[in-house]
């Protein structure tokens, strides 16, 4: 389940500009964001499409800036998968 970036862009002159999302990445996949949580990360979508942090986003137009969308995700691993696994079943 995503969840929406609310954000605004104030500028007095139409140019393009680029944006980028700074900081750690998680362990498990360096194009999420590292969190708090071992194992947990957020991963950021623009117009739909995955966007890895710490890399440019090109914003065309300051009155249609892209809408961003967050999505918690987790590192993969066997107990997780068993987890799953045992909810399915149930």
Same mark, same amino acid.
């Given at each position: 389940?995503? %969840?929406? !970036?609310d954000?605004f862009i104030?500028?007095?002159?139409?140019?393009?500009?680029i944006l980028?999302?700074?900081g750690?990445q998680?362990?498990?996949?360096?194009?999420?964001l590292?969190?708090?949580? %071992?194992?947990?990360g957020?991963?950021?979508y623009a117009e739909? @499409? %995955?966007?890895? !942090?710490?890399t440019p +986003?090109t914003?065309i137009? !300051?009155?249609t800036?892209?809408?961003?969308?967050a999505? +918690?995700?987790r590192?993969?691993?066997? +107990?997780?998968?068993l987890?799953?696994l045992?909810?399915? @079943?149930r």
């Open positions: 389940m995503s %969840e929406k !970036i954000y104030k500028c007095t002159s139409n140019l393009k500009f980028k999302i700074l750690e998680a362990d498990f996949d360096t194009g999420v590292k969190t708090d949580k %071992e194992n947990l957020i991963k950021i739909g @499409r %995955e966007w890895s !942090i710490n +986003l914003i137009s !300051i009155s800036p892209p809408q961003l969308e999505v +918690l995700v590192k993969i691993t066997v +107990l997780s998968l987890e799953n045992a909810a399915v @079943r």
